[in-house]
């Protein structure tokens, strides 16, 4: 089978961030299906465009083997503000279409996932042209996160984006959200057919997240070997809201056992150490992004991992791939996030709830911990176990891909499901 993917986010090697289909596409490849991914030029996180891809529409790497990435241009102006990067998506879409018409070649399947919505709009006209379904994957509600964070307010953008996310569902043979919200959204609130919809949630990558050793070379390398260290991995956007994290670290800056370390890159970061400097804070530590190969012993040297978001509604629906990361590598867990991702920390017994945006109770929750070894040490347990059971990636890559097969490409003799 070959699959066409297109993923404006997909990473590069030794990249930061979430790495969902990266390892779907290792697993799938290794069982001889072909996959090329339509993948952008500027990482999510930093806004940033590596030299090798400047001044170039496509540009084709071989990751492995089976899989091909056609790096597609995407505009620069993607972190500058909405409007620049509205522009980026579209540009990404005018050379997805492009790379996908002369450079993928013929496809059996073409999966679109989002955000942005505007890899609904290069599936559709794809999956016509080239006569393949389109599997259609939600991973986050958009509009309605970008309009609960306000980040979305112009009418006519907002009217959009709504007929653009009408048109990926219609138009998709199948569609895949990543949580149980997701899947009942979709039926109760965009009439999309349950029969329609399969459920393959995020996961953990238990082959690069490991137990590891609290006091290895991260704790040496920023001097805090005997530091109660509280850890936050990945974006620093708007929907992330970190500036709860910079009024908790200011709520224990006069102890001088905890130190607050951030990881990762975004939109809001210079504002936040400018915001901690102004508040005089020495108990924070801002770390640039650093690949996934690395982050998990930045994970490891950490006693508690964090997972925030904005306190609107919309967010009540997610699952941050960050939790499963933090279960896998056995740590635990402070999470400010209401709805299905704290009925799964409660379910897995790896950690605390706290209200979002509430310091006060974050305060005791991390105080609980700090003077609790045990309670670190069982919830960090608890998670492992939890995501071993139910949420291994390779196991999800599997499930997905028999639906492909199953239900999408319709060709069970020409490839095997993945045993």
């Known amino acids: 089978m070959h699959i066409l993917l297109v993923h404006q986010y997909f990473l590069g090697k030794n990249d930061a ?53 056609l790096r597609c241009h995407v505009s620069e102006s993607y972190n500058r503000n909405f409007a620049g990067r509205l522009w980026a998506y579209f540009s990404f879409f005018f050379s997805t279409l492009w790379a996908g018409l002369f450079h993928a070649g013929k496809c059996d399947v073409i999966i679109c996932t989002s955000p942005p919505l505007t890899v609904g709009l290069t599936g559709w006209i794809l999956s016509r042209l080239k006569r393949a379904p389109m599997v259609f994957e939600v991973r986050d509600l958009w509009p309605e996160s970008a309009i609960d964070t306000g980040v979305l307010t112009n009418k006519w953008l907002i009217k959009m984006s709504y007929w653009l996310e009408r048109l990926s569902y219609k138009s998709a043979s199948w569609i895949n959200v990543l949580t149980p919200a997701f899947e009942e959204s979709l039926i109760k609130n965009k009439s999309v057919n349950p029969e329609r919809i399969s459920m393959i949630p995020n996961g953990a990558d238990m082959d690069i997240f490991l137990p590891g050793d609290r006091d290895n070379w991260v704790r040496k390398k920023y001097g805090i070997e005997n ?9 620093h956007g708007v929907a992330n809201h970190l500036s709860q994290l910079i009024d908790v670290t200011e709520n224990v800056k006069d102890d001088p056992d905890i130190v607050m370390m951030l990881v990762g890159d975004g939109m809001q970061k210079e504002m936040l150490k400018k915001d901690a400097r102004k508040r005089g804070l020495h108990n924070i530590i801002f770390v640039n992004s650093v690949p996934k190969t690395e982050i998990v012993d930045y994970v490891a040297a950490s006693d508690i991992c964090t997972a925030v978001l904005k306190k609107v509604d919309t967010f009540k629906t997610v699952y941050p791939n960050k939790i499963f990361d933090y279960m896998s590598a056995c740590r635990p867990i402070i999470l400010a996030i209401d709805g299905v991702a704290r009925e799964l920390l409660e379910n897995a017994g790896s950690g605390m709830y706290v209200e979002p945006e509430n310091t006060e109770a974050f305060v005791k929750a991390l105080y609980r911990f ?30 997905y891909y028999g639906i492909l097969i199953d239900k999408i490409a319709g060709k069970k003799k020409q490839s095997a499901v993945l045993k």
């Open 227 to 235: 530091k109660f260290v509280i850890i936050y991995v990945g974006a």
């Open 370 to 399: 700090k003077k609790n070894p045990e309670l670190c040490l069982q919830c960090g347990e608890n998670g492992l176990k939890y995501v071993a059971s139910h949420f291994s990636r390779e196991t999800l890559a599997k499930k």
């Open 17 to 69: 961030g979430g790495s969902r289909w990266n390892q779907f596409s290792k697993y799938w490849s290794q069982k001889d299906c072909k996959v090329t991914v339509l993948a952008g030029t500027v990482h999510y996180a930093s806004g940033k465009k590596a030299p090798q891809y400047k001044g170039k529409y496509v540009v084709r790497e071989k990751e492995s083997k089976n899989i091909d990435i």
